[in-house]
């Protein structure tokens, strides 16, 4: 029978693991339920952690196969399920790339096991051998997935860097600007590409479709900043290992969240979730690990 020390011990390992081949807290949760209750009841287990990684990559994979059929029948845009994470989560850049909105967009463009073999071997650090006896595949076809899988990611992937006190400054100005409408700053510090992004679900109103370059992005968000967001409260927080904006109403209610992206001192991304099924649990504060010692 698995130890519920051991199980602990490597949770935020698990939980990484199974978010970003799910890009959702709420599915990852479920899988890692599931999970323990097959490692209680397994027999005495040599290898833990192989043990639990192979459980839980075959387990997200079967869980991202059936909700990728919701997804595709999302009302307006879909965005993954921010989570709350220390500041500090940013200082592995390997990690804190993984896990922002653009590369988990971009992972969503992957089918199911392309994402799985990406994140193992690329995040992760398993070697491919290491993959195929996770997933039940031999070692060619792993490789030949992986190989895919990469040459599709890298034409995708932004430029990423990572949450620093200056990108902090940048989105300080950001929001005043906002909130100001001082159109002027607004497009000072908004990239060229700047693409905003929001995702209500289709239970709360939100741009349908992403707002692309600096003028239609500007224009969107003073006009939020004048109308239904005139009163709200905004504080900083770290969600997916980056900044975000919190957004209140008078009462103290999470209306949604905005996660910014900055790279060369310049904003180029936004991404604002206001699904509420998608706050349920924003006060929970995730541990992300990527551990490169598997054995």
Same mark, same amino acid.
């Given at each position: 029978?698995?130890?519920?020390? !051991?199980?602990?011990?490597?949770?935020?390992?698990?939980?990484?693991?199974?978010?970003?081949?799910?890009?959702?807290?709420?599915?990852?949760?479920?899988?890692?339920?599931?999970?323990?209750?097959?490692?209680?009841?397994?027999?005495?287990?040599?290898?833990?952690? !192989?043990?639990?990684?192979?459980?839980?990559?075959?387990?997200?994979?079967?869980?991202?196969?059936?909700?990728?059929?919701?997804?595709?029948?999302?009302?307006?845009?879909?965005?993954?399920?921010?989570?709350?994470?220390?500041?500090?989560?940013?200082?592995?850049?390997?990690?804190?790339?993984?896990?922002?909105?653009?590369?988990?967009?971009?992972?969503?463009?992957?089918?199911?096991?392309?994402?799985?073999?990406?994140?193992?071997?690329?995040?992760?650090?398993?070697?491919?051998?290491?993959?195929?006896?996770? #997933?039940?595949?031999?070692?060619?076809?792993?490789?030949?997935?992986?190989?895919?899988?990469?040459?599709?990611?890298?034409?995708?992937?932004?430029?990423?860097?990572?949450?620093?006190?200056?990108?902090?400054?940048?989105?300080?100005?950001?929001?005043?600007?906002?909130?100001?409408?001082?159109?002027?700053?607004?497009?000072?510090?908004?990239?060229?590409?700047?693409?905003?992004?929001?995702?209500?679900?289709?239970?709360?109103?939100?741009?349908?479709?992403?707002?692309?370059?600096?003028?239609?992005?500007?224009?969107?968000?003073?006009?939020?900043?004048?109308?239904?967001? !005139?009163?709200?409260?905004?504080?900083?927080?770290?969600? *997916?290992?980056?900044?975000?904006?919190?957004?209140?109403?008078?009462?103290?209610?999470?209306?949604?969240?905005?996660?910014?992206?900055?790279?060369?001192?310049? #904003?180029?991304?936004?991404?604002?979730?206001? *699904?509420?099924?998608?706050?349920?649990?924003?006060?929970?504060?995730?541990?992300?690990?990527?551990?490169?010692?598997?054995?």
């Amino acid at each position: 029978m698995g130890e519920l020390g !051991a199980f602990d011990d490597l949770r935020p390992l698990l939980f990484t693991i199974a978010y970003e081949i799910l890009g959702s807290a709420a599915d990852t949760e479920d899988v890692l339920q599931d999970s323990y209750l097959r490692w209680r009841d397994a027999d005495a287990v040599e290898h833990p952690k !192989a043990y639990l990684t192979q459980i839980v990559t075959r387990q997200a994979l079967n869980r991202l196969r059936t909700v990728r059929r919701r997804r595709e029948e999302y009302v307006g845009n879909w965005l993954p399920e921010p989570i709350r994470t220390e500041h500090d989560a940013s200082h592995d850049i390997l990690l804190a790339e993984s896990v922002s909105m653009a590369m988990l967009l971009v992972l969503e463009t992957l089918g199911p096991t392309e994402r799985a073999v990406f994140v193992l071997s690329e995040v992760f650090g398993h070697s491919l051998v290491e993959i195929a006896d996770m #997933i039940g595949k031999t070692d060619a076809t792993v490789r030949q997935i992986a190989h895919r899988a990469r040459e599709h990611v890298q034409a995708r992937r932004k430029r990423f860097e990572p949450d620093t006190d200056t990108s902090r400054a940048v989105i300080a100005q950001f929001a005043v600007a906002t909130r100001t409408g001082d159109v002027r700053t607004l497009m000072e510090v908004l990239a060229p590409d700047v693409v905003q992004i929001s995702d209500g679900g289709g239970k709360v109103t939100v741009a349908g479709r992403p707002i692309l370059g600096p003028e239609r992005v500007a224009k969107y968000l003073i006009a939020l900043a004048r109308g239904p967001m !005139a009163d709200m409260t905004f504080e900083l927080g770290s969600f *997916n290992a980056l900044p975000a904006l919190l957004c209140r109403t008078t009462a103290g209610q999470l209306d949604s969240i905005m996660l910014v992206e900055v790279s060369g001192g310049l #904003i180029t991304g936004l991404y604002a979730v206001r *699904n509420p099924d998608k706050l349920r649990t924003t006060n929970v504060v995730h541990t992300l690990r990527r551990d490169a010692d598997h054995s």
